[in-house]
């Protein structure tokens, strides 16, 4: 979920992925509030599942090419090449997480919290195996990130010491990482009775989620070792995006059959990232909108988007307290309306100041190298990014 850094190599395709998955949570949890069109909220309030779904093979695919040609140069065979690894991610990922772990014990949803709370945080245990914890909640996601960072280059090094080969080896690894969530989500499916129990008891935890990732990567392995399949997927993986249209449709009537069919409980998530993971490499072909504002919108959007996906709540939160300090009653889909636009310029305009002020200048830390979550091209010798 993190956000790219500028460059000339930038991939427009990935951009608009990593754009509209972030847009998806944007206006699904901003269409939970006062009272928009039936026509807008209905639909879009349920989209926000389908945009972290979008994160997760996102980030796949684009870790998984790190791996492989970190594999491939024999970088992976260590400990310390893991390490190395380990620092860039984190370089990335905690000074931005942190600042925003800060934040939200004052500015939550769910009001002031203690100190006390913050504290599986620091590990990202908040939902490692149970329901997330009620206090920044919509960290979730990047704990399941996290996670799979951690643990899949562990038994990538386990596995190409043991003497398997770089391809060998993260399909055998990648393997275990759909097999094991899997069956974590045949476990706690046997417990669940209504859709906010799927919500918190499965779909938001880590190690019944790691799998969704793990597709991205299958997709990165099918771009290094078999091209042929990955073209294919390239020139007709658009076909299947009427498939995805119908999985919003689906979200948007609140899942109908998903609760109760033990199965379906099981497998609809895991469906949902093949789905994505087969339609990526023809939405990363994509060189333009047509419209050159709107391919700007699209690449600020992604650049600047772990920071809106960690700081909206944050911005939701106050802009209803402003409103209602103001005395302002919201009644009706055009005042609605109104304030999503409020809501939207203080999405952004927050994003903006953490994006250039906190998390850009530890970016600027790290080696040139392009990064694994930048959705910038690698050095012409490595065909991947992250």
């Known amino acids: 979920m993190t956000a790219p850094s500028k460059g000339a190599g930038r991939i427009f395709g990935l951009d608009l992925m990593r754009a509209f998955a972030v847009l998806l949570v944007l206006v699904g949890h901003g269409s939970a509030h006062h009272q928009p069109p039936e026509w807008f909220g209905g639909f879009w309030r349920a989209q926000g599942t389908l945009g972290v779904e979008v994160f997760y093979v996102l980030s796949g695919y684009l870790i998984g090419g790190i791996l492989w040609r970190l594999a491939k140069k024999g970088q992976l065979h260590t400990l310390g090449g893991v390490w190395k690894f380990w ?12 600042f925003f772990v800060l934040v939200y014990l004052r500015f939550d949803y769910l009001g002031v919290a203690k100190v006390e709370v913050a504290y599986p945080y620091a590990f990202f245990m908040q939902n490692f195996a149970w329901s997330p914890l009620p206090f920044f909640t919509h960290a979730w996601s990047l704990a399941v990130e996290e996670w799979f960072y951690f643990l899949f280059p562990l038994l ?10 770089a391809r060998r080896g993260l399909l055998l690894a990648c393997g275990v990482f759909v097999v094991l969530p899997l ?20 779909r938001m935890v880590v190690l019944a989620r790691l799998d969704a990732i793990a597709f991205g990567v299958l997709v990165a392995l099918l771009k290094a070792e078999w091209p042929p399949v990955f073209e294919c997927l390239r020139r007709f993986g658009m076909w ?27 497998l609809f998530l895991p469906l949902v990232s093949v789905l994505l993971a087969l339609v990526l490499p023809a ?11 709107l391919d700007s919108f699209v690449r600020y959007t992604s650049l600047v988007s772990y920071s809106l996906y960690l700081g909206h709540i944050c911005m939701l939160t106050l802009t209803n307290a402003a409103l209602d300090m103001a005395g302002v009653r919201v009644a ?12 939207a310029g203080a999405f952004y305009g927050f994003a903006t100041l ?10 600027d830390l ?4 392009a990064d694994a979550a930048s959705g910038a091209l690698q050095p012409p010798s490595a065909p991947f990014l992250r």
């Open 87 to 98: 620092c860039r991610r984190w370089a990335r990922t905690l000074p931005l997480y942190v």
């Open 240 to 266: 299947l995006v009427p498939a995805l249209v119908i999985v919003m449709v689906y979200l948007a009537h609140g899942a109908p059959g998903l609760i109760g069919h033990y199965w379906a409980m099981v």
């Open 283 to 293: 939405v990363e072909s994509i060189r333009t909108l047509g419209w050159r504002p």
């Open 354 to 363: 953490t994006y250039f002020y906190v998390e850009k200048p530890f970016l």
């Open 183 to 202: 069956a974590m989500k045949m476990f706690l499916a046997m417990d669940i009775r209504d859709y906010r129990t799927f919500d918190d008891q499965l």
């Open 332 to 343: 009706g889909p055009w005042q609605t309306m109104a304030v999503y636009l409020a809501y």
């Open 366 to 369: 790290r080696p040139p190298e």
């Open 156 to 165: 990538c090094l386990l596995l190409l010491a043991a003497g398997f080969g």
